[in-house]
């Protein structure tokens, strides 16, 4: 196929600025996900089953909001450019909403509703950029490969934004200067741990809409809508497309996976594995690991194996790797727990594990942007603010499902309520292990199955592509 605008390679600085968008959505992970659980349940003494309730409700409602924030975003036409108004708008109550979730932990304290409100207000704002963000990768390019790239440096620079608020939280945030007590169990580095994000959340999501500005303005305008612009007409149509129902029902359990294992990793880390300050501060090395050498190896994958396929190998990996430290250290074929020997070849299998999921996150989210061409040549409608809205519903359903599972599980092993690592009993630490393990095996089988009916691979969206070009062709023939 003939290099046009839509298909030939983008300029680094346009795949750089992209990027930079999904920065926030990273700060958000590392902080609801891995941080929010622990903080209010061991630290401020909330039920963990309460913790995880909120964080559903509130991922509930977002996703409820997310079809309607991409719809609008399709409809979005202004001198700022498509979907672009929508980062400007939220940047700031966005950090500000973040600040308070940590900055007022007393406020949080007495008010349950407050805090659902607050949440809520985070996950709405967030959605609200990152929707009519992930959405211009179908606007920015069509070719198969360049939107992997475009997906790669979106995953690159999420988790780096997540990598640095994870990183500094344990290294210094949430780093005791007591070697007998836990850092993350003291409140007094939360509030400074949400100002960085905050600023991280309003310089990057700012950063990328000025950055991606005079590329947006130069688009050609999207296809006329052929079945007029009822916004319940195209969000129907988008969740009744066999190749988005396939997607999201494997992506759920991706997310699911992804979910549960940083929801659990605290909790495992603490109580499970008996790690210090010390060790937890390396955790982020191996996050790192697994990020950048998933960022150099899917792009090779989708080359050789496809998107979809990719996706279902990476995520039977990491399924069964992520059970092998479990069950070895409850059949009593592990080092001695808290030790460095332990704390590495833990660090080693976790970061295997995370590659695998991190190569089927990239794989899957790719996947929406082809959908987007295979409605187009069906319907003659281009809606990929509802698609990719609709793949993000899925992914907080995923998440609210891994968080309610482990906020289920640390109840039902003993942790209800304010627990020293050194008081909790072996036997729980077993079974919490065992059921863990399981988990991450049946949640992979499930996200494979789901993949496995996916049928859009390249050479079906190039045939959509040439179909579109020629009828573009012949429309614009005297």
């Not at 979106?154 to 945030?173: I, N």
């Not at 074929?333 to 299998?349: A, D, F, N, Q």
Request: glycine residues 10%.
């Amino acid at each position: 196929m003939t290099a046009t605008a839509s298909t030939a390679p983008l300029p680094t600085r346009i795949k750089l600025a992209h990027g930079l968008g999904s920065v926030t959505m990273g700060v958000k992970e590392a902080g609801l996900t891995t941080f929010f659980m622990i903080y209010y349940n061991q630290v401020l003494g909330f039920d963990p089953r309460v913790v995880s309730l909120v964080l559903i409700g509130a991922m509930l409602i977002d996703a409820l909001v997310d079809p309607l924030i991409g719809r609008l975003s399709d409809a979005t036409r202004t001198r700022l450019g498509r979907r672009l108004p929508w980062l400007y708008g939220a940047a700031l109550p966005m950090a500000i909403a973040w600040a308070l979730l940590w900055v007022s932990p007393d406020v949080a304290r007495h008010s349950t509703l407050g805090l659902i409100l607050n949440v809520v207000a985070v996950r709405v704002l967030v959605s609200a950029c990152e929707i009519p963000s992930v959405s211009l990768v179908a606007e920015l390019t069509r070719d198969y490969d360049e939107r992997t790239t475009l997906m790669r440096f979106r995953f690159l620079f999420g988790w780096l934004g997540g990598l640095a608020a994870t990183a500094l939280a344990y290294g210094y945030f949430l780093k005791s200067d007591d070697p007998a007590r836990s850092g993350l169990l003291d409140p007094s580095g939360y509030a400074a741990f949400g100002l960085f994000g905050a600023m991280l959340i309003l310089v990057s999501t700012l950063g990328s809409a000025a950055g991606q500005q005079r590329r947006i303005l130069a688009l050609p305008p999207p296809p006329v809508q052929a079945h007029g612009s009822s916004m319940l007409t195209d969000i129907a149509l988008a969740f009744r497309n066999p190749a988005f129902i396939a997607l999201a029902s494997g992506a759920l359990f991706v997310v699911t996976g992804y979910a549960t294992t940083i929801a659990a990793t605290n909790y495992t880390m603490l109580y499970i594995w008996r790690l210090s300050d010390d060790q937890l501060a390396l955790y982020p090395i191996g996050l790192a690991v697994a990020v950048f050498g998933a960022f150099a190896a899917v792009g090779l994958a989708h080359r050789r194996f496809g998107k979809r396929d990719t996706a279902i190998a990476a995520v039977l990996f990491s399924g069964v790797v992520a059970f092998l430290p479990y069950a070895a250290r409850n059949l009593g074929w592990w080092p001695e727990l808290g030790g460095w020997p332990s704390m590495v070849l833990l660090l080693t299998l976790q970061t295997i594990s995370l590659f695998g999921l991190v190569v089927g996150h990239i794989s899957c989210s790719s996947m929406v942007a082809e959908i987007v061409e295979a409605h187009e040549v069906e319907h003659g409608t281009r809606i990929e603010g509802v698609f990719f809205a609709g793949y993000l519903m899925t992914q907080k359903f995923g998440q609210a499902f891994g968080i309610f599972t482990v906020g289920q599980l640390v109840a039902y092993v003993g942790l209800g309520e304010r627990v020293r690592p050194e008081d909790w009993p072996a036997s729980a630490a077993a079974t919490m292990g065992w059921i863990f393990a399981g988990l991450m095996i049946l949640i992979a089988i499930m996200a494979a199955a789901g993949l496995r009916r996916y049928a859009i691979d390249r050479a079906g969206h190039e045939a959509r592509l040439a179909a579109l070009a020629a009828a573009r062709n012949e429309a614009s023939k005297p």
